[in-house]
């Protein structure tokens, strides 16, 4: 099954119309270059957990921006935006974290305890996607936490199949309020099975970007009141989490390329044991090996084993390019998860 790559609007720089998949993977895999390189203010203190409300003013998160949307065989489109347009459009003034400079003057796409690669879709992300088409999963009635989300598109996914809830989690706060709440918003208008598309395949072009188009009061709409937004180290997110009352806990964890660095196993392993519902499923959609920072399957497979609270299963492997895997985590049947 092909996925297909929509541009809503042309980019002036020449950005093709219809990139093909495998290039457009490519370009992902060659950019995504990891640096340890951390600054010492970085890696000095954990980045506190807070919750983000999509704001009253949600257009102006759109202006300038340009929204594609990826397709494949029967998920419903999901809309998000460019990243490259968001990176060059977005200025200094709504990134207080100053990811984005740091990352251009690091020519580097992750720096460890500072920006954890969220800006980015990274190539995972469509291999879970692709797997929960190819096994038509509907998420009705679920709650569920995309952990690590970044742009999120799988939470979004979860969003427009049915569940009850859908948390988004990302490291950075500028990713959270500058990424994945606009593409949150821009999923949650109207019944969106084609209504764009038709319009598209007969040449009836708004003048309007299609991002703003789409995001009239979408804050009214029921979906996005389903949504809940937080950015912070899982250290912190974690204590967040269980201050709740009741602490959620998720049917389906999704976690997409969160186990590049071994430093954060304990606190990630921690979250899945502590917020997964009894019957819950945590799908990781990882490398085999993530070159320059060490993590990878395998590492992480020996880190669930010795803990021996989740049992491991490999829902599908990706051979071509880099090794990438899908697999699921579920409780052994003697865990019962911890409430506090
Ligand atoms: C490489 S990005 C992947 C983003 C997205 N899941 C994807 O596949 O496109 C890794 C994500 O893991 C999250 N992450 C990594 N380490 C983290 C930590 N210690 N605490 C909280 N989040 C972390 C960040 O939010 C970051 O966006």
Redesign the pocket.
Known sequence: MAFSFNFDLQIKTGEPDNEDTTQKEQAHEAK?VISTDTTKEGTEKV?AAKEHSPPLDYQSLLENTVCETFSLGTLPPIHYLNESVFEQTASELIDSEKILSQTAAQHT??I??VY??????????YDLLEYLESEGEVFSGKRVL??????G??GILALKRGAREVHF????ST?IERLTVPNALLNCEGDDDGDEHDHEKEGEKDSSPLAKRRATDPLQHAKIAKCRFF?????S?LPLMLRSDPPPKYDLIF????I??T??YS??HEVFHRLLAQDGLVYL?IKAHYFGVGGGLYLFQSFVEEKDIFKMKCLKNVEHGLQRHVVSLSFKKSEKPTNV
């Open positions: 995504q980045k796409d992750l460890s305890g954890e690669g969220g800006l980015k879709i990274w190539e995972c992300t995309d952990l690590g989300c970044g742009a598109l799988l989690q990302d490291y950075n990713v950015s912070g180290d899982w250290t997110f976690t997409s390329e969160t590049y660095n430093a954060y606190a990630l959609a």
